[in-house]
């Protein structure tokens, strides 16, 4: 659920020269200025979004997988570090359906909200984080028929917000797909146990 990225140059500027900007240049005499914060447009550092993805095959029935992976009050069964997990409106999740979770992320209480853009029931769910998550979030879990049994392939794109940003890129994106791989074979075993 992380995406991590350098600091761009125009965040280095951005700090360099009082969070407003380039210095301005006048053109008739190449001479530059501080910049003026009233007419100034801040440029806007993006962080990259970094994708993981994931699929694992369960030997078991693809709507009753969709609708185990749609329940957040049993994702605590097969995600290590979930703290706690809600969602309103309670039931089968909808477009507009919030879900909130608390959860532990390399020593860290991670706050994330996620609201469901897109749904396909039986098949396919996409969340976006919220402004007011930890990490800028895109989050789509497909559930498709795979012989007897189902394929589930999680996609994930994240970048950090807040004191998130400050972990190396590196450690963030091991953990994640380190994460991603043991809760997806923690789903497997419980599901087909």
């Not at 789509?140 to 189902?150: F, H, K, M």
Request: positive net charge.
């Amino acid at each position: 659920m992380w995406r991590g990225g350098c600091i761009p140059a125009t965040d280095r500027t951005m700090r360099s020269t009082g969070g407003v900007g380039p210095p301005q240049v006048d053109p008739s005499t190449g001479t530059s200025s501080p910049p003026d914060p009233a007419t100034s447009v801040l440029p806007i550092a993006i962080p990259t979004m970094k994708r993981h993805t994931a699929t694992v095959s369960i030997d078991r029935n693809p709507i009753e997988v969709f609708y185990f992976l749609d329940d957040v009050s049993r994702e605590h069964e097969w995600q290590d570090g979930l703290k706690s997990a809600e969602q309103e409106p309670p039931g089968p999740s909808r477009v507009g359906s919030l879900k909130r979770y608390r959860s532990a992320f390399l020593g860290k209480d991670v706050r994330n909200t996620y609201r469901v853009v897109d749904v396909e029931p039986g098949r396919r769910l996409v969340t976006e984080s919220t402004a007011d998550s930890a990490v800028d979030a895109r989050y789509e879990v497909r559930v498709e028929p795979d012989g007897t049994g189902a394929r589930v392939t999680f996609t994930l794109e994240a970048a950090p917000r807040g004191p998130l940003k400050l972990l190396p890129r590196r450690l963030v994106e091991t953990a994640v797909q380190k994460e991603l791989a043991a809760s997806l074979g923690k789903l497997k075993a419980l599901l087909e146990g």
